[in-house]
């Protein structure tokens, strides 16, 4: 059986994406994945059949020599446990996972495979924000070695990949391909009764003041005096986030710290109306966001409200959908009208699971 080994430097239990992958593909190839270990209480993801090593634990209080120092040992490991596994394809995501993948096609194994994945597009200027230093080498390794070695670097869609092109025109363009955030099969349903009584809107995923419009959306929900509810699923998020939505004292709101475990969102989506979008999109990473929430919203059955500022929401066929896509503008105090009404959306058409997009990612690594 051919062998996949992934780097993830970053805990993958807080990215669906990943996950949805490791699932798709451990029945068919053999799957070792190198992570860290994540510091909340959500239960941590296991494949049945995949090695995960989740080689030391993630501290967002560390100081930068401890980052530092616990990054070398992580991927000393990881480096050894590739030795130790000599897998066909290594997948690693995001620059900062380079350096063992790149150590180990050098002196090991130079006819490893490697493979790229981005969840998020960076500008080679935003490198060089603070806190970026590990990921700016390991950029640099990319640029000067492993761009021109791999045989697949993938972006979450075309906006992306276009503009990472751009950034990379040496890089040849059958190398650089698409990886789109879909959700499993098993999520879609293919009926949703929508009761048109009171609308029910849901958030699920990190906040923040500086990046989302959570509090405008909020006070607008108050102001709609039972209406519109709104409930907020989220474990990352900063604190004044959840003081400035819990000054509001709304009853029409409630933001549950705990967040929700990957596997339930299904289920609990099956309450709501509408998911919820609030990216205020001030970088092209997120202008160009073809976010997991926003096909796990659809899958479900739900309508998306999303801000206008998400180019490319706007920019997409809404009429490929069963349910409503609505932009809001939120700056100007621009929401959707509460014309609900009663009916049942038939989602059964909808055809974008991840399962066809990691099989054809096999295929063309010719994994089968």
């Known amino acids: 059986m051919n062998k996949l080994f992934i780097v993830h430097y970053y805990p993958l239990d807080y990215f669906p994406p990943t996950m949805n992958l490791i699932e798709s593909l451990e029945d068919k190839i053999n799957v070792t994945v190198s992570t860290t270990r994540k510091s909340n209480l959500l239960?941590?993801?296991?494949?049945?059949?995949?090695?995960?090593?989740?080689?030391?634990?993630?501290?967002?209080?560390?100081?930068?020599?401890?980052?530092?120092?616990?990054?070398?040992?992580?991927?000393?490991?990881?480096?050894?446990?590739?030795?130790?596994?000599?897998?066909?394809?290594?997948?690693?995501?995001?620059?900062?996972?380079?350096?063992?993948?790149?150590?180990?096609?050098?002196?090991?194994?130079?006819?490893?495979?490697?493979?790229?994945?981005?969840?998020?597009?960076?500008?080679?200027?935003?490198?060089?924000?603070?806190?970026?230093?590990?990921?700016?080498?390991?950029?640099?390794?990319?640029?000067?070695?492993?761009?021109k070695k791999a045989v697949w670097i993938s972006q979450t869609n075309e906006y992306r990949r276009d503009l990472f092109l751009k950034d990379y025109p040496d890089i040849p363009k059958n190398v650089c391909r698409i990886l789109p955030n879909y959700p499993p099969k098993n999520w879609l349903r293919k009926q949703k009764e929508h009761k048109g009584d009171i609308v029910k809107c849901v958030y699920v995923g990190s906040l923040s003041l500086k990046d989302t419009y959570v509090l405008e959306f909020c006070q607008w929900i108050n102001m709609q005096k039972g209406k519109v509810t709104f409930d907020i699923y989220s474990f990352n998020f900063h604190e004044d986030t959840l003081e400035a939505v819990e000054k509001l004292h709304s009853p029409y709101i409630h933001f549950h710290k705990e967040g929700v475990n990957y596997s339930e969102i299904p289920n609990l989506l099956a309450h709501y109306d509408v998911g919820v979008l609030l990216y205020k999109a001030q970088a092209l990473n997120f202008k160009y966001n073809e976010t997991n929430k926003f096909y796990e919203y659809l899958i479900?059955?739900?309508?998306?409200?999303?801000?206008?500022?998400?180019?490319?929401?706007?920019?997409?066929?809404?009429?490929?959908?069963?349910?409503?896509?609505?932009?809001?503008?939120?700056?100007?105090?621009?929401?959707?009208?509460?014309?609900?009404?009663?009916?049942?959306?038939?989602?059964?058409?909808?055809?974008?699971?991840?399962?066809?997009?990691?099989?054809?990612?096999?295929?063309e690594l010719n994994l089968q």
């Open 43 to 147: 239960p941590e993801f296991t494949g049945e059949k995949v090695r995960i090593y989740r080689n030391i634990k993630e501290n967002k209080t560390d100081g930068s020599l401890r980052i530092l120092a616990k990054y070398i040992l992580f991927s000393i490991l990881t480096l050894w446990q590739l030795i130790h596994k000599r897998p066909d394809v290594i997948l690693y995501y995001e620059s900062i996972s380079a350096w063992p993948a790149y150590l180990y096609k050098l002196f090991f194994f130079r006819n490893v495979k490697v493979c790229i994945h981005y969840h998020e597009y960076m500008t080679p200027i935003e490198y060089g924000r603070p806190g970026m230093r590990l990921s700016k080498y390991n950029h640099r390794i990319e640029t000067s070695c492993l761009y």
């Open 300 to 363: 479900c059955g739900l309508d998306v409200w999303y801000p206008k500022e998400m180019t490319l929401l706007h920019e997409m066929d809404k009429t490929a959908f069963a349910p409503e896509i609505v932009e809001m503008d939120i700056t100007n105090g621009k929401f959707p009208e509460l014309n609900m009404n009663r009916r049942i959306v038939d989602n059964s058409s909808y055809d974008k699971v991840c399962e066809d997009v990691y099989e054809q990612f096999l295929s």
